[in-house]
């Protein structure tokens, strides 16, 4: 692997790994005491990782068939993690059938989705005192969940795909599973409190070169303000090009801003008059002819159509 990563597991001699599979013992900051605890509340936070199963990728048209959801604090100043918290999961009846495809990958099937209903309710009073939600794909689960629930649109969200640079690590791949392995764990993949918990279970692990928790990085870049590009009127040939620097397709549905198709980016605001720059010269061979959206904190990772 490239980077500077040492592969959590691996032998002195580089010849085997050794994986351990993840039983629910986090990595808590050993100074997190109930006293430290009580001594110190204005630096500590609740916070719960969240993940869906489902029977497809579409938050308009498929449905959840589980909900996994691991609460736990954090010390706000230091991203660590104090004191792993209660979980709620459960199974949701799709009222369709779930593909042998779903049942292969999941391990889900029919009879245990039978009758059984996700209680919103519950959700929303077990997530209410979090000050942020986090996901591995918040783009994914955010829509899905923003449409049953009645709070977790007023509370921000936060991605450890996309908030953390695992890319400049030296990963060679942002999903779950792979850098799980990395870090010399595995648990029941695409179950969803099993997810749940080795997103958060890795997200304790620390950086080699900031000696820092992932936890923290991702926390920092959640608090940044965000921007929405619109790439209107772009010319069908750059299409590849936008593709490439991380554009995707964008179809507004009912009640969306812009009244055409068309590809977008978010990025951090910081980082738009570059972006501005480079459309300008890639894309449009001239001025900026597209549109800019702000995105308030809260907003990060809502449905844009």
């Known amino acids: 692997m490239a980077g500077n990563f040492r592969w959590i597991g691996k032998s002195l001699d580089g010849e085997s790994v050794t994986l351990k599979r ?3 013992t986090f990595n808590c900051a050993e100074y997190a005491t109930p006293a430290w605890l009580e001594q110190n509340r204005e630096v500590v936070r609740t916070a719960a990782v969240l993940d869906l199963e489902t029977t497809g990728l579409n938050a308009r048209t498929d449905q959840i068939i589980e909900i996994g959801v691991r609460k736990f604090k954090f010390n706000r100043a230091t991203g660590e993690m104090l004191e792993a918290g209660a979980s709620y999961n459960e199974f949701h009846d799709p009222g369709v059938p779930i593909s042998p495809e779903l049942t292969r990958l999941t391990g889900i099937t029919n ?7 996700i209680d919103w309710a519950a959700v929303d009073h077990f997530i209410s005192d979090c000050s942020i939600i986090l996901a591995h794909n918040a783009a994914f689960d955010r829509p899905f969940t923003d449409a049953r629930s009645s709070i977790s649109s007023e509370i921000p969200w936060g991605c450890s795909f996309k908030q953390v640079a695992w890319d400049e690590k030296g990963f060679p791949s942002r999903k779950l599973e792979v850098l799980s392995i990395y870090h010399g764990f595995f648990s029941d993949a695409h ?3 099993h997810d749940a918990d080795a997103t958060l279970h890795l997200l304790t692990f620390s950086d080699p070169t900031t000696c820092k928790p992932y ?3 991702l ?7 965000m921007s929405r590009v619109f790439a209107l009127g772009s010319p069908f ?4 090009l936008l593709r490439s620097r991380g554009y995707q397709w964008f179809t507004p549905g009912p009640g969306t801003t812009f009244p055409e198709k068309c590809w977008v980016r978010t990025l951090p605001k910081d980082h738009l008059a570059e972006e501005i720059a480079w459309l300008e010269s890639a894309v449009y061979k001239g001025t900026f002819r597209g549109a800019v959206n702000d995105i308030p904190i809260t907003d990060n990772f809502k449905s844009i159509g």
Not at 219 to 225: G, S
Not at 237 to 240: F, P, R, S, V, W
């Open 215 to 217: 936890l923290g990085e």
């Open 191 to 193: 179950r969803a409190i």
């Open 111 to 117: 009879e245990m989705v039978a009758g059984k209903k």
């Open 22 to 24: 993840f039983r629910g």
């Open 219 to 225: 926390l920092n870049n959640a608090r940044k303000p």
């Open 237 to 240: 040939e750059t299409k590849d």
